[in-house]
């Protein structure tokens, strides 16, 4: 009987039920992670988020943040809040997240997503860590649900070239590349040799074609850097059905959002398909 009751505190009282606790000041520091607390948290648990995520060319859950605290990313701002748990990214706010350690916080860094496969574990690590793993759970099976569902196998689809400001294309190896193959494209850069991402001289576009050219777009346009994705000679170039505007808040981050990427990128390739 003793031991019944023992095993019964243990269950319910033991490490397993404090992990699953919800932490109740919680403070982000990077945009993904930013938009992954949106999804798992209550938003009277959060005390700050980047200020980055309230900026729509940035974020697609820029709206919804708009509705909780914004938080400086600094070292003095994460001290005054007084969080329960600082989260952020590898290569943001170093300072801020080492203040955070040296206080005894609990910190979670998350490394940018370069496949898809790497956003269910990402949405676990958080929720785990602000103590929503159900939440978390949820998010995962929905997600591995619908990818399952948009994803295609074509190894000689039709060749996709992302191209962005300043004339930078992504290389292989990255989210978006990864989002090309599940929709079924195979990426520019890849198929030409180029290896990591650099800078593709319009004539070069304009003289080796891809089958579709997505403009990866993460401003309105105002810098010349951004006004060349509207270049009259490279709009002129790529007939409608050739060219995809994507804007860069889908794919910056690995979110369940990231996979409407696959659905618009599937509308071209019927479209290119039509065209055979």
């Known amino acids: 009987m003793w031991r019944r009751f023992l095993l019964v505190l243990v269950l319910c009282f033991g490490p397993r039920a404090a992990l699953a606790e919800p932490k109740h000041r919680i403070a982000s520091l990077n945009l993904c992670t930013d938009q992954l607390v949106l999804m798992l948290a209550n938003?009277?648990?959060?005390?700050?988020?980047?200020?980055?995520?309230?900026?729509?060319?940035?974020a697609v859950?820029?709206?919804?943040?708009?509705?909780?605290?914004?938080?400086?990313v600094s070292a003095e701002a994460v001290v005054a809040h007084q969080p329960d748990i600082v989260l952020g990214g590898t290569y943001t706010a170093r300072v801020a997240m080492q203040v955070a350690r040296s206080l005894g916080l609990p910190v979670v860094a998350l490394r940018p997503a370069d496949k898809?496969?790497?956003?269910?574990?990402?949405?676990?690590?958080?929720?785990?860590?602000?103590?929503?793993?159900?939440?978390?759970?949820?998010?995962?099976?929905?997600f591995r649900a619908r990818l399952a569902e948009l994803s295609v196998t074509?190894?000689?689809?039709?060749?996709?070239?992302?191209y962005a400001a300043n004339g930078f294309v992504?290389?292989?190896?990255?989210?978006?590349?990864?989002?090309?193959r599940h929709a079924g494209f195979q990426n520019y850069t890849g198929?030409?040799?180029?290896?990591?991402?650099?800078?593709?001289?319009?004539?070069?576009?304009?003289?080796?074609?891809?089958?579709?050219?997505?403009?990866?777009?993460?401003g309105q346009g105002y810098s010349i850097a951004q006004a060349m994705l509207d270049n009259p000679v490279l709009q002129n170039a790529f007939p409608e059905a050739h060219k995809a505007d994507i804007p860069a808040r889908l794919w910056l981050c690995g979110l369940p959002q990231t996979l409407d990427v696959i659905s618009r990128l599937q509308v071209n390739r019927a479209a290119l398909d039509a065209l055979r």
């Open 191 to 218: 198929r030409k040799g180029m290896g990591h991402m650099l800078k593709l001289p319009l004539e070069t576009l304009i003289a080796h074609p891809p089958d579709l050219l997505i403009l990866d777009r993460s």
């Open 154 to 162: 074509a190894p000689h689809g039709p060749v996709a070239a992302i």
């Open 116 to 142: 898809l496969d790497d956003i269910p574990t990402q949405i676990l690590t958080v929720a785990d860590a602000i103590g929503e793993p159900e939440r978390g759970r949820q998010l995962v099976a929905a």
């Open 170 to 180: 992504t290389q292989p190896g990255s989210l978006p590349d990864d989002v090309l």
């Open 61 to 72: 859950l820029c709206e919804q943040a708009r509705a909780v605290p914004s938080l400086r």
């Open 43 to 58: 938003p009277e648990n959060i005390v700050g988020l980047s200020p980055m995520v309230r900026d729509c060319q940035n």
